[in-house]
């Protein structure tokens, strides 16, 4: 098992609301990644980040900002939630040396804005 | 723009049969190409990675191809196993430090006793 973690696991939320997803890793990993993914569908690169205070803008345009303040910490934070943000919200790191670009993968958080 | 094909339709095999599944890319120049495993509800977890300059790669039942002239990777479970039932994601990457993926939508692999 990978130790990576995120919080919360499930979160039903109203429309309007500014939300926090949680993403945290014990490997000392440099980069981490946010991933959306809908059911059946690919994963999309939406934030990434190569170190502390280095941030990116991934593939998919995605109205979510992060931050890197720590090497274990990439939050994700929604502002204003909104129906079209429901899905499935992974994260990821990488840089072990022994492996190299492996990413290993949180359990996700299922979001769900009403 | 960038794209990657994996099997649409689920692939539904006999136990003790061999698994091949299919990844095709366009539009892309990979350095290095991974298979990962998704359970559903549950992140992906990482398999094999290679390389653009190898052929071939093995782990126990695993094998992966990798041809950069059809642009397409086969991934094969040998001797498959009803335990390995799930979704396979392909995702080719870049070069450079920041191993960045783009993801196929994969394909469902059902083995059946």
């Known amino acids: 098992e990978a130790d990576i973690y995120q919080t919360p696991r499930y979160l039903v939320i109203g429309t309007g609301k500014k939300i926090t997803l949680e993403c945290s890793q014990t490997m000392g990993h440099d980069k981490m990644y946010w991933y959306q993914q809908d059911p059946g569908m690919e994963l999309h690169l939406i934030h990434y980040?190569?170190?502390?205070?280095?941030?990116e803008k991934g593939d998919l345009s995605s109205e979510s900002t992060v931050s890197r303040i720590r090497t274990e910490h990439f939050p994700l934070t929604l502002e204003s939630a909104r129906p079209s943000h429901t899905s499935q919200y992974l994260c990821?790191?990488?840089?072990?040396?022994?492996?190299?670009?492996?990413?290993?993968f949180g359990p996700g958080t299922r979001l769900t804005v009403t | 723009s960038q794209k990657i094909e994996q099997n649409s339709e689920a692939l539904n095999i006999q136990e003790g049969k061999t698994a091949t599944l299919t990844c095709n890319y366009t539009?892309?120049?990979?350095?290095?190409l991974q298979w990962y495993r998704q359970d559903p509800g549950r992140g992906p977890v990482f398999l094999l990675l290679?390389?653009?300059?190898?052929k071939e790669k093995r782990k126990e039942r695993l094998k992966v191809t990798f041809d950069t002239t059809l642009k397409q990777s086969l991934f094969h479970i040998t001797a498959s196993q009803p335990a390995d039932s799930a979704t396979y994601l392909c995702?080719?990457?870049?070069?450079?430090?920041?191993?960045?993926?783009?993801f196929g939508a994969g394909t469902r692999l059902a083995v059946h006793p």
């Open positions: 995702a080719p990457g870049e070069g450079g430090g920041y191993n960045k993926l783009i």
């Open positions: 990821a790191s990488s840089g072990d040396k022994r492996v190299a670009y492996e990413q290993y």
């Open positions: 980040s190569y170190g502390v205070n280095s941030t």
């Open positions: 539009n892309y120049s990979p350095a290095y």
């Open positions: 290679i390389r653009e300059n190898e």
